[in-house]
């Protein structure tokens, strides 16, 4: 059995799961914008509605949080590089580098933001399946002229539906080379390279598969198209997610 | 004798390298038929398969399903002949077990109504109704490979071919495929099995066909052709060996 990451769709009946995934979209999109200018108190409000909404749909919040945790590192990253670069009020300075209260205060406030976008993200991923993202994005894209909206849709959905067959085989070229004593090499470049070659090797020989597996099951783009199932509560969530957005501009 | 459902007639495959997949097969096949393509790896087994389904067209030769030539009736062959294929993980494409069954109708633009009542009947049918909220992916081997099955079944074909049907699969998953297999063949199915190992089936089928080097080399009942079998790299099954002749595997 494959491990599911955080981003994996998991079944359930929360909210989150019944909505119809175009509100979804859009709420995503608008709070997503609304965020580049918010202050870090609306963005602490988003954030606890947030976990109110991981708390329904029954995820483990630790455990989940723990998954991404190198996402963390990236954040750190983010944070300090801020901090030092950002002119203002010199807290201290060591070899010329001043780490300033705007730098602090900004950091923590982008990587905040950084968050809470991904926090949202991996909400929505947790919540919705690839078909149903697939859907939508060929529901957004038909007015679109010249844009072959179904094929976009369904490489999308087979790239998220692909996630965990390629994390899975990570795993296993990982485990492999661990059991020779790979884990030796101190390299970080050469360490990564020994991943990626194989692992791209055996991503393009499954999509090959993949391909004869679909063509063997008569795949064309002009198939039936999904249906989509509103739990008729979009619209107070749409309300819900207008006043979010305005209170990160806003507030 | 039944009626004849594939006439292939000196099909000759050449890879773009200038390897010779196979060369000059002829061979019919007729309903009901359980079938055994035997030999050892590279023997062109599996490349005799994909041209049933028109995954693979010969450089020579004609395929013929139910009278109709395959490369002008593709669509037509892959509804009458399915596949499943060796690597169940890299052939799912639905996020849900009930998506990836219903793939093969959405690709025939069945209406969606007729969709769920298909789906629904052949997950009931092959006792996965109870699966068919769950991600695929974290499905045990045995059921993956059922799902694959189902995801055929829908598309009512008269053939199915399988191609290494039980690697990779423990002792309870291989008798769970298996009895599914022999339930197929029961309900009248065609059944094309390319396999090195056939101990398993050996007693199931009606007809064993041993391949070489691209080619033919023996085709003819189990019993007839047993002891042939290690001459071409394929392992006799133990009850024979052991002087007890042909034993079914508990189903």
């Given at each position: ?204 020989l499954?999509a090959d598969s993949l391909v004869l597996a679909m063509e063997s099951r008569c795949y ?32 | ?5 594939i006439d292939i007639n000196s099909i000759r495959h050449i890879f773009s390298d200038g390897y010779i997949g196979i060369k000059d097969i002829s061979l019919?096949i ?7 393509l035997?030999g050892?790896n590279g023997s062109g087994k599996s490349t005799l398969l994909r041209h049933l389904n028109g995954l693979l067209l010969p450089d020579s030769g004609t395929i013929l399903v139910?009278?109709h030539d395959v490369s002008k009736h593709l669509v037509q062959t892959r509804k009458t002949i399915g596949m499943v294929f060796q690597d169940?993980?890299t052939q ?60 055929i ?6 053939v199915i071919a399988f191609d290494e ?27 094309i099995?390319a ?14 066909i041993?391949m070489?080097n691209g080619q033919i ?35």
């Amino acid at each position: 059995m494959a491990d599911l990451t955080p981003f994996t769709y998991r079944q359930g009946q929360s909210l989150l799961h019944i909505i119809d995934v175009r509100c979804k979209f859009f709420i995503i999109c608008i709070v997503s914008m609304s965020m580049l200018s918010a202050h870090f108190f609306p963005c602490f409000l988003y954030f606890l509605i947030l976990l109110f909404f991981f708390k329904k749909a029954d995820f483990n919040i630790f455990a989940t949080f723990k998954s991404i945790k190198y996402f963390m590192f990236l954040l750190v990253f983010v944070f300090i590089a801020r901090a030092l670069t950002e002119k203002g009020d010199i807290i201290f300075s060591f070899y010329g580098i001043s780490v300033t209260k705007q730098g602090l205060s900004g950091g923590f406030l982008v990587s905040f933001k950084f968050f809470l976008v991904m926090v949202t993200g991996l909400l929505f991923s947790s919540t919705t399946k690839p078909s149903s993202v697939k859907s939508a994005v060929q529901w957004f894209l038909k007015p679109i002229p010249f844009v072959p909206e179904k094929r976009v849709a369904v490489m999308i959905s087979l790239s998220l539906g692909f996630m965990p067959v390629i994390l899975k085989q990570a795993g296993q070229i990982s485990d492999a080379q661990k059991a020779r004593c790979g884990d030796l090499e101190k390299n970080p470049v050469k360490k990564i390279i020994r991943l990626v070659l194989p692992l791209l090797k055996k991503t393009f020989l499954s999509a090959d598969s993949l391909v004869l597996a679909m063509e063997s099951r008569c795949y064309s783009d002009d198939r039936t198209d999904s249906e989509f199932t509103p739990s008729g509560k979009e619209i107070y969530f749409l309300a819900a997610g207008f006043i979010i957005s305005l209170t990160l501009v806003c507030l | 004798m039944p009626e004849k459902i594939i006439d292939i007639n000196s099909i000759r495959h050449i890879f773009s390298d200038g390897y010779i997949g196979i060369k000059d097969i002829s061979l019919s096949i007729h309903k009901g038929e359980f079938i055994i393509l035997a030999g050892k790896n590279g023997s062109g087994k599996s490349t005799l398969l994909r041209h049933l389904n028109g995954l693979l067209l010969p450089d020579s030769g004609t395929i013929l399903v139910n009278g109709h030539d395959v490369s002008k009736h593709l669509v037509q062959t892959r509804k009458t002949i399915g596949m499943v294929f060796q690597d169940a993980d890299t052939q799912i494409v639905g996020d849900t077990v009930f998506d990836e069954v219903a793939f093969g109708l959405e690709n025939l633009k069945i209406k969606r109504d007729k969709i769920n009542e298909k789906v629904t009947q052949v997950l009931e049918d092959l006792n996965l109704s109870h699966l068919r909220q769950r991600n695929p992916s974290t499905l045990s081997g045995g059921e993956k490979r059922k799902l694959a099955i189902a995801g055929i079944l829908v598309m009512d074909p008269q053939v199915i071919a399988f191609d290494e049907p039980f690697s990779n699969l423990d002792y309870p998953g291989t008798l769970q495929v298996l009895s599914t297999i022999i339930d197929l063949n029961q309900s009248g199915h065609t059944i094309i099995i390319a396999t090195h190992d056939v101990e398993p089936i050996i007693c199931e089928a009606t007809r064993i066909i041993i391949m070489e080097n691209g080619q033919i080399k023996k085709d003819g009942t189990p019993d007839t052709l047993i002891m042939h079998l290690e001459s071409f790299g394929v392992r006799e099954p133990c009850s024979s060996k052991f002087g007890l002749g042909l034993v079914p595997w508990p189903t």
